[in-house]
């Protein structure tokens, strides 16, 4: 599907460009395109973030976290295309990792095997498990950088080890919600589409 006949992306990349020299909302350095990708994923679009102090606030490895968002953007295609734009835009081969973000040498090593000391709560099929829900919540259509932006507020106003159910009708949530959840340390407990829960993080 050509960029310009799919709303998701056209979306996505209104957001990259409305957040395009706002900076750093911690440190003030420069964002680029990819580190304001990187903050709407993780449902800080309005407070774009460059990739250091992300990583620092969700207490990940910066390169851990960049290699994560990286590989979650191959499975998505609004993403995926407005990443290869803001490749393009900043003078990087379309799918090549950029410079901005990966170093000379990391490139010619290959990235980093990731996740291995990582425990990541597999999503259950026995819903019996689940227990309470302390929220629940019906997304309806939302998608993208809006669903996580909207859940985030949700799980921060939760007391921690509380859980919500969420409803995400759109397909993309699918993969979405799960890469969300493990980047953020907040548990999914199980996922059965168009429903999810998730657990607060302690
Ligand atoms: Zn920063
Ligand atoms: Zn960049």
Redesign the pocket.
């Known amino acids: 599907m050509n960029a310009t006949d799919d709303p998701s992306s056209a979306q996505l990349q209104a957001k990259v460009d409305a957040a395009r020299s706002r900076g750093c909302s911690v440190c003030n350095a420069d964002t ?4 304001i990708l990187f903050s709407i994923a993780m449902g800080l679009g309005h407070q774009p973030q460059c990739v250091s102090c992300l990583a620092r606030g969700m207490g990940r490895p910066r390169r851990q976290l960049r290699d994560h968002l990286r590989d979650h953007f191959r499975h998505r295609d609004c993403y995926g295309e407005v990443w290869r734009r ?2 393009e835009r ?1 003078g ?1 081969a379309g799918d090549s990792l ?1 410079q ?2 990966w170093s000379a040498a990391e490139m010619s090593h290959g990235v980093d095997p990731h996740c291995a000391s990582e425990t990541i709560t597999e999503p259950s099929d026995e819903l019996a498990v689940i227990g309470q829900v302390a929220d629940v919540w019906d997304a309806g259509e939302m998608a993208c950088g809006d669903l996580v932006l909207a859940l985030r507020t949700r799980m921060n106003a939760l007391p921690p080890g509380a859980r919500l159910k969420l409803t995400a009708r759109d397909q993309g949530a699918v993969e979405d919600i799960p890469a969300w959840s493990r980047m953020t340390g907040h548990a999914l407990l199980a996922q059965r589409h168009p429903h999810y829960w998730i657990q607060r993080k302690e």
């Open positions: 680029c395109g990819h580190e803001e490749n900043e990087f950029p901005c973000l």
